[in-house]
C-alpha cells in the first residue's frame, strides 16, 4: 500500500494542464483515510469506508415530464427519521424562479409513475440543485442569498437557518454548466457537508463540515480545485470527487480532496454522461450509490470503494 505522507501535494495549476494531468494518473490507495474515518464514525458505522475505485454505468428511475424538470435533485435520507424510511425518495424540479415544491413518494417506483404521494411547499424558493435529505430534513439555499437551511419534513417548517460567511451565490461561483449552482450540500459517511467558494479562496473550492441540527461550522477546508473548472462533486468518506464535465459522454471523476490529510490528487476513473446534461449529482452511503439528475432523467451509478 502506497505510503499517503510520500504522496507529493498537489499544486494549483490552470485548467488545461489539471485536464492534462487528469488523464494520466492512477487512482491510489491510501489507509489513512480508512482509519481517520474509522476513528470518526465508529467501526459498526463505517464498515467499507475507503476510496473512490470505480463508477458502474447510470441506471435510469424516473424521467421528467415538462420543461420543468430538465434539471432538478432527488434523493433518499440515508439516516432517515420516522414516520419516513429509507425506501421514501424526494424530488425537487429547479427550473424557474420560484421553486418551492417538493415531491414526496413512498418509494423509488412510485417516483418513476410519476404520481407523489404528498407535496411539500416551502416556506422558501430553493436556488439551483445542491440540496439534500438527511436526517428527517431538507437542506437547501434559499433562493439569492449565501444561506443554508434546514426544513423539517415532519413539521413542516424551517427549523435552522445559516450564512455561510463569504460564500459567492447566484452565479459567483457555480459549476462549469451554471445553474446557480453556488452552494451545494452533500452528505457522505462522516455527515453533512457544504461545497462552495469565496472570493478570499478567489474561486476555489471551500468544504465546511455543518452541525446538522444548527446549521454552526465545525470545520473548513480550502482545497486547490477552481470550482467553475469541474462539473459537479460529491464527498465519500471525508474525500471531495470532482466531475471532469457535464455534457461529455466519456468523462471522469477527475480531482480528489481527502480532508484527513489536506491534499488533493488527480485521478482518471471513468465517467458516463448518458444524456449530456449533468445537473445534480450527490452520493447516497446507505444505498452506496451516485444520485445523479442528467438531462430530465434520474439515475444512480453503481460506486466501488477501495479496501485498504
Known amino acids: 500500500v502506497p505510503d499517503p505522507a510520500a504522496a507529493p501535494r498537489w499544486e494549483p495549476q490552470p485548467l488545461s494542464y489539471q485536464e492534462l494531468q487528469s488523464e494520466r494518473t492512477e487512482v491510489p490507495v491510501s489507509r ?15 464498515a467499507g469506508c475507503g476510496q473512490l475505485v470505480w463508477v458502474g454505468e447510470p441506471v435510469v428511475f424516473g424521467r421528467a415530464d415538462s420543461i420543468a424538470g430538465k434539471y432538478g435533485v432527488w434523493m433518499k435520507d440515508p439516516e432517515p427519521v420516522p414516520p ?3 425506501d421514501n425518495t424526494w ?13 414526496q413518494y413512498e418509494e423509488a417506483e412510485q417516483l418513476a409513475r410519476g404520481y407523489p404521494a404528498k407535496v411539500h411547499i416551502l416556506p422558501r424558493p430553493l436556488e439551483s440543485t445542491g440540496a439534500v435529505i438527511y436526517r428527517g430534513g431538507l437542506f437547501f439555499q434559499p ?8 426544513y423539517d419534513l415532519r413539521g413542516e417548517t424551517v427549523t435552522a437557518e445559516r450564512e455561510i460567511p463569504g460564500a459567492g451565490y447566484h452565479g459567483q461561483y457555480p459549476y462549469s454548466w451554471g445553474g446557480y449552482t453556488d452552494i451545494d450540500l452533500a452528505v457522505d459517511e462522516t455527515g453533512l457537508w457544504v461545497i462552495y467558494s469565496t472570493d478570499k479562496a478567489r474561486g476555489a473550492i471551500v468544504l465546511s463540515k455543518l ?15 477552481r470550482k467553475r ?6 464527498l465519500i468518506c ?3 470527487y470532482t466531475v ?10 477527475n480531482f480528489a480532496y481527502d480532508t484527513a490529510t489536506g491534499t488533493s490528487r488527480a485521478l482518471s476513473i471513468p465517467f458516463e454522461n448518458r444524456f449530456r446534461y449533468l445537473s445534480m449529482l450527490d452520493y447516497n452511503p446507505a444505498e452506496r450509490q451516485l444520485f445523479a439528475w442528467d438531462s430530465y432523467n434520474m439515475v444512480t451509478y453503481p460506486v466501488r470503494l477501495s479496501r485498504a
Open 91 to 103: 424530488r425537487v424540479d429547479t427550473v424557474g424562479t420560484e421553486v418551492r415544491q417538493l415531491f
Open 32 to 46: 489513512l483515510l480508512e482509519e481517520t474515518a474509522l476513528g470518526r464514525l465508529g467501526k459498526e458505522d463505517s
Open 238 to 240: 471525508g474525500t471531495l
Open 84 to 86: 419516513f424510511t429509507r
Open 211 to 225: 452541525d446538522p441540527e444548527t446549521l454552526e461550522i465545525r470545520r473548513t477546508w480550502e482545497t486547490n480545485i
Open 244 to 253: 471532469s464535465s457535464y455534457s461529455a459522454p466519456n468523462a471522469t471523476i
Open 229 to 234: 473548472g469541474v462539473a459537479n462533486s460529491f
Open 143 to 150: 433562493r439569492q442569498s449565501r444561506s443554508v437551511a434546514r
